[in-house]
């Protein structure tokens, strides 16, 4: 197939649930012939966007440039080849993690929104042409948790949707206050290969 994924892991805790789910969703893709790069984002240097919106001002599909000088560019040219993403993180007071969240910001680079312009930004691909998985974890039972805080996997969609991606799989595992050492089980593992595969089968289509 040939397509890439990028897999970004907002966690900061190696090994655990949202590591493990985004290591098993690339691996499923891979079996169906993808390529695939993880990114640990406390292992990167990302300054916080200081809303300047000098990347913002220059219309049309190519991404603006940033006045920061750190990992951000490295990782923009490897988001800016994929095809499809997995973007994970677990529910930190009812949200995605701060560095999640820095992250996201530094995103402004595929919007345009000049000075001037009242209306809300626009997104460079608003296509929807790529694919994404996104991933979350909390402390209730998955089902509980699902109803009650909306708020992580609605900014991961967000986020999908700066990129240019269609959400095809949300992927939710509870109980994470259970023990500090938590980590998925093999039901859960199972879950996260198959929603790889069918990421890549979507990639193909």
């Known amino acids: 197939m040939g397509n ?18 985004v290591t098993e969703i ?11 790069v993880k990114i640990y984002l406390t292992e990167k240097q990302i300054e916080f966007c200081n809303n300047c919106r000098s990347c913002m001002q220059e219309a049309g599909e ?10 951000m560019e490295e990782m923009l040219q490897q988001i800016d080849e994929a095809d499809g993403y997995v973007l994970g993180s677990p529910v930190n007071l009812g949200t995605v993690t701060a560095i999640m969240k820095r992250f996201m910001e530094r995103l402004a680079v595929y919007a345009y929104w000049p000075w001037g312009k009242i209306a809300a930004p626009k997104f460079r691909n608003d296509k929807l042409n790529k694919k994404a ?35 095809v799989k949300i ?10 050492e938590a980590g998925l089980d093999e039901k859960s593992l199972r879950r996260a290969f198959k929603a790889g595969e069918e990421l890549a089968r979507n990639l193909a289509e």
């Open 4 to 21: 890439t994924i990028v897999g970004i892991v907002g966690s900061y805790r190696k090994g655990r649930m949202i590591d493990s789910a």
């Open 26 to 36: 690339l691996k499923g893709a891979e079996s169906m012939g993808a390529k695939t």
């Open 62 to 71: 190519k991404r603006g440039e940033c006045v920061h000088e750190d990992d």
């Open 133 to 167: 998985v996104i991933v979350t974890s909390f402390t209730p039972p998955a089902f509980i948790g699902r109803l009650l805080l909306s708020g992580a996997p609605k900014v991961l969609k967000y986020m999908a949707k700066v990129l240019g991606a269609r959400v």
């Open 171 to 180: 992927l939710y595992f509870g109980m994470v206050g259970e023990r500090p």
